[in-house]
């Protein structure tokens, strides 16, 4: 199955129920304590922070993004008050899980979603992963667009170009990151980096959501289709969104 047809099945068949307000007990947990492809839905919390280790403290006014998923979309999750960080990973075909596609089938509950085991080679394309962060908010990331339109090169596509080490001192810093970067134009004033490693699912970026600069990574087959990544990864948080009373 090639890249074109993976993103046009998604874009014709992926849908995630809208956010709605919730009437039950919001309880979000500080850990995993069960099984990778668990389906029973678990409750996330971020509060947005800025600054880094000892000196990072939370936001004010308060801003807090409320996820309710199954436990299996969840591969990592870290919580030292202030900084919190949760790793999610969905399937871009389905929707589904990602970690249900590549366990044994003993161990997964498909409840009649369409859930087959996938070879590697598969999986790397159709896996999509998102961290959100808490100080990597839209406070931390003021100003970025415009010191990365700085490092504009030349153009590969209307909405992809080159990056250029040479444009700015600043771009001549980040040019020191192994791996290929990428400046990418989400919309008319919000310019992006995208970087490429070697790894499966090596190319990542920022995008805004809600007040958060979350990252989606994706495998480099995708890299002329960013954008529809990133509406996917958007559509997905929305989904999962808890919108409390």
């Not at 039950?24 to 600054?51: C, H, M």
């Not at 202030?82 to 003993?106: H, R, Y």
């Not at 948080?237 to 409390?244: A, D, G, I, R, Y």
Request: proline letters at 7%; a neutral charge; glycine letters at 6%.
């Amino acid at each position: 199955m090639t890249v074109v047809t993976i993103l046009a099945l998604a874009a014709s068949s992926l849908s995630w129920p809208s956010r709605s307000a919730s009437a039950q007990t919001f309880d979000p947990v500080s850990k995993l304590t069960t099984w990778y492809t668990d389906r029973n839905p678990i409750d996330i919390e971020i509060t947005a922070a800025v600054g880094v280790g000892d000196e990072a403290r939370p936001i004010d006014p308060p801003r807090v993004l409320r996820l309710r998923l199954e436990r299996a979309y969840v591969h990592s999750l870290i919580g030292k008050p202030p900084i919190s960080i949760v790793g999610l990973s969905f399937d871009l075909l389905t929707g589904l899980p990602s970690a249900l596609f590549t366990a044994p089938p003993e161990q997964v509950d498909a409840r009649g979603d369409p859930i087959r085991q996938i070879a590697h080679t598969e999986a790397i394309t159709r896996t999509i992963n998102v961290v959100v962060e808490s100080n990597f908010s839209s406070e931390s990331m003021r100003g970025a667009s415009a010191k990365i339109s700085k490092c504009k090169g030349a153009e590969i596509q209307s909405d992809l170009l080159a990056f250029d080490k040479d444009r700015d001192r600043t771009c001549t810093v980040w040019s020191l990151i192994s791996g290929t970067t990428y400046v990418g134009h989400l919309s008319e004033n919000n310019w992006l980096f995208i970087h490429c490693s070697s790894v499966p699912i090596g190319c990542t970026v920022r995008f805004p959501f809600g007040g958060f600069f979350p990252s989606v990574s994706f495998n480099e087959r995708h890299l002329s289709h960013w954008k529809a990544i990133i509406e996917k990864a958007t559509e997905f948080l929305k989904s999962k969104e808890v919108v409390t009373p």
